[in-house]
């Protein structure tokens, strides 16, 4: 069925991709405080049709959800409901969900002494949270390493599918850092990951290698890369994408953040990643990079990224795919 599905997209053509964002207003948004998979605070956003939920034990954005379901299609990691992140561990812990870490990865080492797991700040501390009218917005402990503060403020469209979250890294202290603002958004393994590219993309392949392996197949055809997961390797690649889609059962989730015209990106020019993950953890990665920027004390980047579910209806998937991908 899902080969089916690739072999239609071939055939959609390719597409400019000018999806606006329109500013939020009169917003019918709540938010309200309650526990969740076994911690005792968590922050329930919702406009009457989706719902995010917050957990800042974690640092975390876990569901993205229609309102009415229990369940999503962000992954999140059962194992460790509950449980409190250790920034000293030399283990990643990997609760799902959504965040932000600095990039380059490969810088990593250099920055804080090991490659391996994230900045402590960005990823295995709590953060504060506070409501701002509809707004959520989390701030980070500044990180010792890169002397960078996170800052992400999460709203919901009045009344639409759609979540918006602006990313802010304000460079509080230290020496001058290069540094891109880096999005992870962590699903449940999708039927198909779908990234529209631009009609002149840099890469020729339509992608970047950044692992030994490739996605399971993995297709390029008409300016639109498609590919699975596979249960036996984990897998990446990168390109110069705004927009990134996963299809699930029911709904199809989709992420976009406009690429920056004439800048420098991390991971061989990448603004887009798609990383999939082996088993027993059956899930994926769909990233956003903004360009990179060299901060000083009292220097900020910032960067709006939009998030959208969509209800899987009766035509057939290329055809609600083409409606996705084609201009807003």
Not at 264 to 291: H, W
Request: net charge neutral; hydrophobic share 35%; charged share 20%.
């Amino acid at each position: 069925m899902v080969k089916n599905w690739v072999f239609s997209l071939a055939h959609l053509g390719a597409f400019t991709l000018l999806i606006t964002a329109t500013p939020f207003s009169h917003s019918t948004t709540t938010i309200q405080k309650t526990p969740y998979r076994g911690w005792n605070e968590a922050f329930i956003l919702s406009n009457g049709t989706v719902e995010a939920v917050v957990v800042p034990a974690i640092g975390r954005l876990m569901q993205f959800r229609f309102n009415g379901q229990q369940d999503g299609p962000f992954w999140e990691n059962s194992l460790l409901d509950g449980k409190a992140p250790d920034s000293q561990s030399s283990e990643w812990g990997n609760f799902g969900g959504d965040k932000s870490w600095p990039a380059p990865q490969a810088d990593w080492e250099k920055m804080t002494g090991r490659g391996w797991p994230p900045p402590a700040a960005f990823d295995s501390m709590p953060v504060t949270a506070e409501i701002k009218g509809d707004l959520l917005v989390l701030h980070t402990p500044i990180d010792k390493h890169y002397g960078i503060q996170a800052e992400r403020r999460i709203r919901l469209h009045p009344t639409q599918a759609e979540m918006e979250i602006e990313t802010i890294y304000h460079k509080k202290e230290g020496p001058p850092v290069r540094v891109s603002v880096w999005t992870i958004t962590q699903l449940k393994d999708p039927e198909l990951i779908v990234m529209p590219l631009p009609q002149k993309t840099i890469f020729p392949l339509g992608y970047n290698k950044q692992s030994t392996e490739l996605p399971l197949d993995l297709k390029f055809t008409n300016n639109i890369v498609t590919c699975r997961r596979s249960p036996t390797v984990s897998t990446k690649i990168g390109s110069d994408a705004s927009q990134l889609i996963s299809v699930h059962k029911d709904v199809i989730f989709e992420t976009f953040a406009a690429r920056e015209p004439n800048s420098d990106f991390p991971d061989q020019n990448s603004s887009a990643e798609i990383y999939t993950n082996a088993d027993p953890l059956q899930y994926i990665e769909l990233e956003l990079l903004g360009p990179l920027h060299t901060l000083k004390p009292g220097d900020t980047i910032t960067r709006k990224q939009t998030y959208r579910l969509h209800k899987r209806d009766a035509r057939p998937i290329n055809r609600q795919l083409a409606d996705l991908i084609s201009t807003r």
